[in-house]
Structures are given as structure tokens and as C-alpha cells.
């Protein structure tokens, strides 16, 4: 005779716990709900069966109606709404423009097939089908978390589909006659110091454009970060540097610091605080940066003689940090 798989309690009862399909949202374990019974082991043992049927059916869920779609838009609205502009843009354009393809699809339907269906939709653009991946899990997470969603259907989803391989563009650094150009080339004067500053202190562009004449302190020869604008509207709008480390005080290399400070006396003998400005002296625009980005490009390739190709302001700072490692007191502008 087989051995029973229950045994009966000293209160008399068959009990043991199963998992309901969701996890903790403070701890991250799996939620556990406990089945008893007096009547045998056999029968728990069938109403462990049944409540894993309804596990696996999505039957153990709060019920609702809302789409996939709508989720997704009130998870970006809520749980996204501190991010950057540039990655609540990211967001909203994998939502508006690649979920849509199954708008009318209820969340508690979602299954492989729609994710697929929202891959190939996206086919020979990897970094989007990277991101549509990226999102369409996190919204599964958070509607695991909100009981919305089965975990183990979610576990299932991203067990069975195969991952999507993006490798970005490897950045690259200044190329030597490039670098030779920078101190050759005859820049605009606000052009010249934007130069000189991403390429001798390593500033991102929105840390560079956020600069202010008080951000300065000459006598010492430095500059700190404390500051940035996101251009990604249009408008310059100031926020945080990138990350924690963004916070930071650098040197200004003596081969730029005396172009530097004649350059903040001027805005200072005129009353002006930004460093880099539109004509009516207020902060840069996207626009009014790319223009001014495309009168640097040309100047160093009339210098160079040869197209600056992928030419960023991101290449001075990759440039910064590969070829100078961080070593700030021993720095040299000229990258030797």
C-alpha cells in the first residue's frame, strides 16, 4: 500500500503550504498560502492539485479587465515618473509605439506569443527588441507585485523566449589629428572654452552647459560639478548630475586655465552667469548647441583635413577617462 504523501497533526488536521504564483514585494519570496484538512491525506493532496491548476490557469489573480497597454501606461506614470527625461522618453516611445500592437489585449492574457509578436514587429533593430524586452518585464514584474499577474506565468514567458543580443558600438577616443587640432583650430571664443573643458576636465556636454561663472573658484584652479541640463525637450531644464560620483571638483589644466579664466573675467566685467549662451544670453538650446557642435566639428576638420566622423562631444569625455584614467593630479591636456 502506498505511503501516504500528508501526515495528520497532532490538531488533528492535513496541512502543508503552497506557493500562489506571487512574490513578496519587500522580500522577494515567494507568497505561500496554507491548505488543511480533516479528512485525509488524499484529499489535501487534491486540494493541492486543484490550487495549483489555478495557479497555473491564472485563476488565483484579482480579477481585472485593463489591457496590457493601460497597465503599461500607469506603471510609466507612477513608477517611472522620477527618472530622467531621456529614459522616461525611452519608455513611453516602447509603450506608445511597439505595445500598441496588442492594445487591445488584457493583461491577465499576456503570454509568450505577445511578446514575440512585439519582437518581430521590431525585427533588424536589436537595441529597440533590447528594450521592448527591458520593459515588457518590468511591467510584468510590477503587475506580479500588484497581484495582477502570475509569477510563474511570468517565469515562463522569459524562460521560453529567446533572449535578444544587442552589442552597442564600441565609443571612440580622439584620434590623433584631432587632438592635435583643438589648440589649432580658430574657434568662436564661447566654442573654444566648450572645447577646452570637455576635452581638459572630462564634462559631459549637459555638465558643461550647465556651468556658471560660480562654479569656479580660480585662485585654486578649479571647477566643480554640482549641476546639469537635460536637453532632451528642447529647452534646457537643470537636474542632478548623471550619478552620485557626478558631484566632484576637478582641476583646470594649465594648458586651458588661463584661456578659462580670461574667458569667465569677460562674462563677469558683463554681468553674465552661464558660460555657454544663446545670443540673449540665456542657457543653450538643443537647436543652439547643435549649431554651435556643428561650427566646432568644421573647424577641427579644416585643421585636421579629414572628415571628423562620429565626432561627439561624448568622444572628449570617453577620451578623458580611457587615455587619462582618472589620474587628475598628473593629467596631462595633451593626453601623453
Known amino acids: 500500500m502506498a505511503k501516504a504523501k500528508y501526515t495528520r497533526g497532532t490538531d488533528g488536521y492535513f496541512c502543508t503550504k503552497v506557493w500562489d504564483g506571487t512574490y513578496n514585494s519587500v522580500t522577494g519570496k515567494k507568497n505561500r498560502k496554507t491548505l488543511r484538512t480533516k479528512k485525509s491525506s488524499k484529499a489535501l493532496?487534491?486540494?493541492?492539485?486543484?490550487?495549483?491548476?489555478?495557479?497555473?490557469?491564472?485563476?488565483?489573480?484579482?480579477?481585472?479587465?485593463?489591457?496590457?497597454?493601460?497597465?503599461?501606461r500607469r506603471w510609466a506614470d507612477v513608477y517611472k515618473a522620477q527618472r530622467s527625461n531621456a529614459t522616461k522618453a525611452m519608455y513611453d516611445n516602447i509603450i506608445e509605439k511597439h505595445f500598441s500592437h496588442i492594445e487591445h489585449v488584457k493583461l491577465q492574457d499576456v503570454d509568450r506569443m505577445h511578446l514575440q509578436i512585439l519582437l518581430n514587429n521590431a525585427d533588424g533593430k536589436r537595441k529597440t527588441q533590447q528594450q521592448i524586452m527591458l520593459t515588457f518585464k518590468q511591467v510584468l514584474k510590477s503587475a506580479v507585485a500588484d497581484r495582477l499577474f502570475p509569477a510563474n506565468v511570468m517565469e515562463d514567458i522569459f524562460m521560453n523566449i529567446e533572449p535578444v543580443k544587442y552589442e552597442p558600438k564600441e565609443k571612440r577616443a580622439l584620434t590623433s589629428v584631432e587632438k592635435n587640432a583643438i589648440f589649432k583650430a580658430d574657434f568662436q571664443e564661447q566654442d573654444k572654452i566648450f572645447v577646452y573643458l570637455i576635452y581638459g576636465c572630462g564634462l559631459r556636454r549637459e555638465e558643461a552647459l550647465a556651468l556658471t561663472i560660480f562654479d569656479f573658484n580660480l585662485s585654486r584652479?578649479?571647477?566643480?560639478?554640482?549641476?546639469?541640463?537635460?536637453?532632451?525637450?528642447?529647452?534646457?531644464?537643470?537636474?542632478?548630475?548623471?550619478?552620485?560620483?557626478?558631484?566632484?571638483?576637478?582641476?583646470?589644466?594649465?594648458?586651458?586655465?588661463?584661456?578659462?579664466?580670461?574667458?569667465?573675467?569677460?562674462?563677469?566685467?558683463?554681468?553674465?552667469?552661464?558660460?555657454?549662451?544663446?545670443?540673449?544670453?540665456?542657457?543653450?538650446?538643443?537647436?543652439?548647441?547643435?549649431?554651435?557642435?556643428?561650427?566646432?566639428?568644421?573647424?577641427?576638420?579644416?585643421?585636421?583635413?579629414?572628415?571628423a566622423a562620429g565626432l561627439t562631444a561624448h568622444v572628449f569625455r570617453h577620451n578623458y577617462c580611457t587615455n587619462l584614467c582618472y589620474q587628475i593630479p598628473q593629467i596631462s591636456v595633451n593626453g601623453r
Not at 286 to 292: R, V
Open 221 to 307: 584652479r578649479e571647477v566643480t560639478i554640482n549641476k546639469a541640463h537635460d536637453l532632451s525637450t528642447g529647452k534646457p531644464v537643470q537636474k542632478e548630475p548623471k550619478t552620485s560620483n557626478g558631484y566632484r571638483t576637478v582641476p583646470i589644466p594649465d594648458k586651458i586655465f588661463h584661456s578659462v579664466s580670461a574667458y569667465i573675467s569677460t562674462l563677469k566685467s558683463g554681468g553674465h552667469i552661464y558660460l555657454f549662451t544663446m545670443r540673449d544670453w540665456k542657457p543653450m538650446t538643443k537647436s543652439s548647441y547643435d549649431k554651435m557642435w556643428k561650427r566646432i566639428q568644421k573647424e577641427i576638420e579644416v585643421v585636421s583635413g579629414e572628415p
Open 45 to 72: 493532496e487534491n486540494m493541492v492539485n486543484e490550487f495549483n491548476a489555478n495557479v497555473s490557469e491564472r485563476k488565483n489573480m484579482r480579477k481585472s479587465d485593463i489591457t496590457f497597454l493601460q497597465y503599461a
